[in-house]
């Protein structure tokens, strides 16, 4: 049997769709014949591992799939610190083990980008790096999208992370315009980053939906 494998999906800014683009990932993984697990390391406010783990019918401890989570939508460093939670890389190196034993993939999703401080001295782009997990970037369609999707890239690159490519999310129905449509291949030409794909505004996020909708993603696992 071949090494179970992380992949860390990151994103552009908070909202870009991240948690939809890991629900996606999962689910057609899944139908390809994949054991398929799901990560949210940090998780601060929200439902996003609850959600993760009811939606890809997962069995692994809650508490593995989120080892630290704080009540309030703050930058976490600020959250742990307010709730007095002390972060612990080592704990998600264990809780991750756990899941890559039990499944052929493990889908770690990230809180916000990857220069998002987890404590004072700490960014997810160091937890990326102590999990060697490889990266995806999930981007927005609109405006503003070059800029904020060739930073990342550009600082992934710089810190030596393993970019996998690039999926786009349209998290808002909205027409598309020329930034929309002509983004991503943009962005490719420039940085030489392989898009995945794009996910369309998906009003359902049921598996029979994601599945006839998200079938173009090209996964290369």
Request: hydrophobic share 40%; proline share 5%.
């Amino acid at each position: 049997m071949a090494r179970a494998k992380a992949i860390f999906i990151t994103a552009t800014d908070t909202g870009a769709g991240k948690t939809v683009t890991t629900c996606v990932l999962g689910l057609l993984l899944g139908s390809r014949g994949f054991n398929v697990g799901a990560m949210k390391p940090v998780q601060c406010a929200g439902r996003d591992a609850q959600f993760l783990r009811k939606i890809l019918g997962l069995q692994d401890d809650l508490k593995v799939i989120n080892p630290f989570f704080a009540p309030e939508p703050l930058s976490p460093h600020l959250a742990f610190r307010r709730a007095k939670i002390k972060f612990d890389k080592g704990r998600v190196q264990d809780c991750l083990k756990k899941l890559l034993a039990r499944h052929d993939l493990v889908l770690v999703e990230g809180a916000g980008g990857i220069m998002v401080p987890l404590t004072d001295s700490y960014y997810n782009a160091d937890l990326i790096a102590d999990l060697k997990a490889d990266l995806i970037i999930v981007a927005r369609l609109g405006l503003g999208t070059i800029n904020h999707t060739l930073l990342t890239i550009n600082e992934a690159r710089k810190r030596g992370l393993k970019i996998r490519g690039l999926i786009f999310c349209q998290t808002r129905p909205l027409s598309k315009g020329l930034p929309q449509s002509s983004n991503p291949q943009e962005i490719e030409k420039l940085s030489g980053v392989k898009v995945l794909g794009i996910i369309p505004y998906l009003k359902s996020l049921n598996r029979k939906n994601i599945l006839r909708q998200c079938q173009n993603l090209k996964l290369d696992v």
